[in-house]
């Protein structure tokens, strides 16, 4: 691909108002809520109730903030064509290395937790976990897999003793085919049941990205890491025909399923409803729909994330 010029001024204005703390030209770390919560009202997201990730421990950070292969109507990122900026997130820019990344993803988490400090309602003791973090999430925005040096990134994390979840939307196979060092989970989002509602719902910029992200669900029988298919499911678009779902399961034997919400939040409300975002109830007949069909069972589920996880094993592999 070729080289991109640095991100236009008005994206920047965009991410910045959005609280995004940016890193270098094309990385960036957000708070997540569930950092909030975690401190204040000592509550944990569902990668802690599933997996025993520390929420107060977790960077949840891209290395593409604002290059994708897709379109998403469901995600939460500003597409530059909604605020009239002539973009490209195809074009590739000059890549920052990975120490320096993960560097100063780390001093941007430690910011963003510097305004705790001196709150009286938080938990003390995570806070001070807080400031040692642990795990990183490798999603947030954009396609992490666009970035050349993905593998890199995930053993700089692993020699600083974080955990690592990469999400992917599986459209650049070679990617993951060439990675050197294995994330401690593979997300890839399968967000339709066939090409057709996967046009609607994604919207590719690329050329048989459908086609791309089957070569990336063969490739998960490779990986020696638990792998996860994601269905990000939009009430009226895409949580139809479980059957398919199911058939792409059985096809491709990932070591969890994760039925999940679409959330009405950030630029998705541009792109589509309130109503749109289905309730827990509904994730949950879904997934019992997929259990019915693949022999997945139900291990959990985290109603406030509206998500589900199901799987073969009898209990999800905790890694903290």
């Known amino acids: 691909m070729q080289k991109s010029q640095l991100l236009p001024d008005g994206l920047l204005g965009v991410f910045r108002k959005q609280k995004y703390q940016l890193v270098g030209r094309h990385a960036a770390v957000k708070k997540c809520r569930w950092l909030h919560k975690s401190l204040v ?25 604002a290059y994708c292969t897709l379109r998403c109507k469901f995600c939460w990122r500003v597409q530059p064509d909604e605020i ?26 430690l910011r963003i937790l510097s305004g705790y400090k001196s709150n009286p309602k938080i938990n003390r003791k995570r806070y001070n976990e807080a400031l040692e973090p642990q795990h990183v999430a490798i999603s ?21 003793n974080f955990t690592t979840f990469v999400v992917t939307n ?10 050197d060092e294995e994330p401690t989970q593979l997300y890839i989002s399968v967000c339709a049941p066939d ?20 070569k990336s669900l063969e490739l998960l029988s490779s ?18 025909y479980p059957k398919k779902y199911a058939k792409i399961t059985n096809t491709y034997n990932p070591t969890y399923i994760e039925p999940k919400a679409y959330v009405y939040v950030g630029y998705s409300r541009k792109r589509l409803r309130f109503e749109d975002m289905p309730i827990h109830t509904e994730i949950k007949n879904f ?11 139900i291990l959990d589920e985290a109603r406030d994330s509206r998500v589900v996880l199901l799987s073969r094993l ?4 905790r890694f903290l």
Not at 86 to 108: G, H, M, Q, R
Not at 195 to 214: D, G, H, N, V, Y
Not at 287 to 297: H, I, M, Q
């Open 195 to 214: 090409e057709k509602i996967f046009r609607m719902t994604c919207r590719p910029k690329i050329s048989q990205a459908w086609q791309k992200i089957t």
């Open 223 to 240: 990986f020696n890491c638990p792998t996860v298919i994601r269905h990000t499911l939009v009430r009226n678009l895409n949580m139809k």
């Open 84 to 109: 009239n900026i002539p973009f490209d997130e195809t074009l590739l820019p000059n890549w920052n290395e990975p120490s320096y990344i993960v560097n100063e993803c780390i001093k941007a988490q």
């Open 287 to 297: 997934a019992e729909e997929l259990s019915a069909l693949t022999g997945y069972k």
């Open 170 to 179: 599986g459209t650049v196979p070679e990617a993951l085919e060439a990675l």
């Open 314 to 317: 009898e209990k999800p592999i």
């Open 140 to 160: 947030l925005a954009g396609e992490p897999t666009l970035y050349p040096e993905l593998g890199e990134l995930i053993k700089e994390f692993h020699r600083r």
């Open 41 to 65: 009202e000592d509550r944990s997201c569902y990668k802690n109730k599933f997996f025993g990730i520390k929420s107060w421990g977790c960077i949840q950070m891209t290395p593409t903030v």
